[in-house]
């Protein structure tokens, strides 16, 4: 006798109602490919409701101090749920409890730094009576919200990048349509099931979910979307940003991070730090280390540390606290992964760890005797590969880490001043990071890319820049 498992089922949310829609995508539990919940599926009259309700929210006062008050009490809110949020989040992405838990944490902040930046959202004093003819004149500016904001987001992060597109545009006085990844949609709605409880004003957050590239189709042509904050694939970003027109885009996009390790590097340190920011979320991660270049003089020593770490992490079931990594979002991604390794290999490449397949799951992979033009350096794997060379000049390896259409983040292992303050002038990213690989993150910090990595940053305080307007008053006197 089979027992009967109860699925949940989501609808939309739209001027503060949740709508039942009879189409619904299954969501799948990566481990067990078991379907953990039911989504409605977006039709286009929903899609303009949302859109609908988010520009007839912004016609009602929503101050400062209650947008302060509201993502204080959504943070503390998502701290109650964080084991229950966990579990979604290990269950719909695959990622290991441990940092499953770390992420709704890390969403908690975000949302709470949002908070503490609804506060300080301000413009500044001009002096155009500097200018003959205006001395009589005074003016200031004053930062006004761009008003309804499309939120587009991916699946690796479910939760906290939601968090750092709702968050900041909530504080900055705007109202939200978010749609969330189709395959990692739970964690959003649970989100938004905390915002309800969180005093915010209907019409002020509205989800709809379905197919990415049908939603995004009917947001791009409602002209009462003033922006799109989008975070994704070059591919799907550069389609926005195409048809966004006149209006206001962020893009968050990818990257095939480069991590530098000098040879004055510590290897323990490196070599750990390294492994563990190439396979953190199976390497789907924006900035997950995808590149790794070695000095020679250490090359074999790190190797070999990097080697032993690798080997320890365990590979499973994402819920198992003793977890490292566990499975790739989708199996067509793992044969992806494995088609560019193999390819990789008939160019050359040697496989010191890792290599192997096993349905949905990919190893974490080191490979070795690559060269730069290799699809797994070239182009972003978003998977457990990363590639190991060496170099011995300091402008060759610059020019290598910057002969790349990408430029998120980079790292840089070193205590040489000068390399240092080389690499922060030369090379071409948005992060460099100095003693830490291209993978250290903290939510407040400014974050986003250049060339093919996107454009705009994020960070609440400095998304709150994108997510509202300078305005100029002039006083004649
Ligand atoms: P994706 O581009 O396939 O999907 C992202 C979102 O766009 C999803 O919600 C999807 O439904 C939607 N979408 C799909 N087609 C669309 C269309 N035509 N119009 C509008 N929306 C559409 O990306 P993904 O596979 O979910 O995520 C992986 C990518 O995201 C990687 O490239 C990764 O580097 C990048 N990423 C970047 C950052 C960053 O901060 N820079 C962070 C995380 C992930």
Not at 69 to 88: C, M, S, Y
Not at 117 to 136: D, L, M, Y
Not at 346 to 357: C, D, F, H, L, N
Request: hydrophobic content about 40%.
């Amino acid at each position: 006798m089979s027992t009967a498992v109860s699925i949940e089922n989501f609808g939309l949310f739209i001027k503060g109602q949740w709508r039942e829609k009879r189409t619904t995508t299954d969501v799948l539990n990566k481990y067990t490919q078991k379907v953990i919940a039911k989504t409605a599926v977006s039709e286009e009259q929903d899609v303009q409701d949302a859109v609908k309700a988010a520009k007839e929210a912004l016609t009602k006062p929503f101050h400062p101090y209650e947008r302060y008050a509201v993502l204080k009490k959504a943070a503390e809110g998502l701290r109650e749920r964080q084991e229950e949020l966990a579990t979604i989040l290990a269950e719909e992405v695959g990622k290991p409890i441990a940092d499953s838990r770390g992420e709704v944490e890390r969403a908690a902040l975000t949302l709470e730094i949002s908070a503490e930046e609804a506060k300080r959202i301000h413009g500044e004093g001009i002096p155009v009576e500097a200018a003959p003819g205006s001395e009589n004149r005074q003016a200031y500016t004053k930062r006004v919200p761009v008003g309804v904001v499309a939120a587009i987001t991916p699946f690796n992060v479910p939760l906290n990048l939601v968090c750092h597109k709702v968050g900041p545009a909530l504080a900055a006085g705007n109202s939200v349509v978010l749609k969330p990844a189709e395959v990692t949609p739970v964690s959003a709605i649970v989100l938004t099931e905390v915002f309800e409880k969180s005093g915010l004003p209907v019409g002020r957050l509205n989800v709809v979910t379905g197919a990415g590239s049908k939603i995004g189709e009917w947001l791009l042509q409602n002209n009462d979307v003033d922006m799109f904050t989008f975070t994704g694939s070059p591919k799907v970003g550069q389609l926005i940003r195409e048809k966004a027109g006149l209006r206001k885009v962020v893009l968050e996009l990818g990257n095939n991070s480069a991590t530098i390790v000098h040879k004055d590097a510590d290897i323990e340190q490196s070599a750990t730090l390294v492994a563990q920011k190439s396979f953190n979320n199976a390497g789907q991660v924006c900035i997950s280390v995808q590149r790794v270049y070695v000095h020679e003089d250490i090359y074999e020593s790190f190797l070999n540390k990097m080697k032993d770490v690798t080997n320890a992490l365990v590979v499973g079931d994402p819920k198992d606290p003793a977890t490292n990594i566990g499975p790739m979002i989708a199996e067509k991604e793992a044969m992806r992964v494995e088609k560019w390794v193999n390819e990789a290999i008939q160019e050359g490449a040697s496989v010191e760890t890792g290599g192997k397949r096993d349905g949905v799951f990919y190893e974490p992979t080191i490979l070795t005797h690559i060269n730069d033009n290799m699809r797994v350096c070239r182009e972003e794997v978003f998977g457990p590969v990363v590639a190991v060379t060496t170099y011995n000049d300091v402008d060759d390896v610059i020019s290598r880490v910057n002969d790349s259409e990408y430029g998120l983040q980079a790292g840089l292992f070193t205590n040489d001043l000068a390399f240092a303050m080389k690499a922060a002038d030369q090379i071409e990213v948005g992060g460099l990071i100095i003693n830490d690989t291209s993978g250290y993150r903290v939510d407040h910090m400014p974050y986003g890319g250049v060339k093919k990595s996107g454009s705009g940053k994020e960070g609440p305080k400095y998304v709150i820049e994108e997510m509202t307007e300078e305005r100029i008053v002039v006083f004649n006197l």
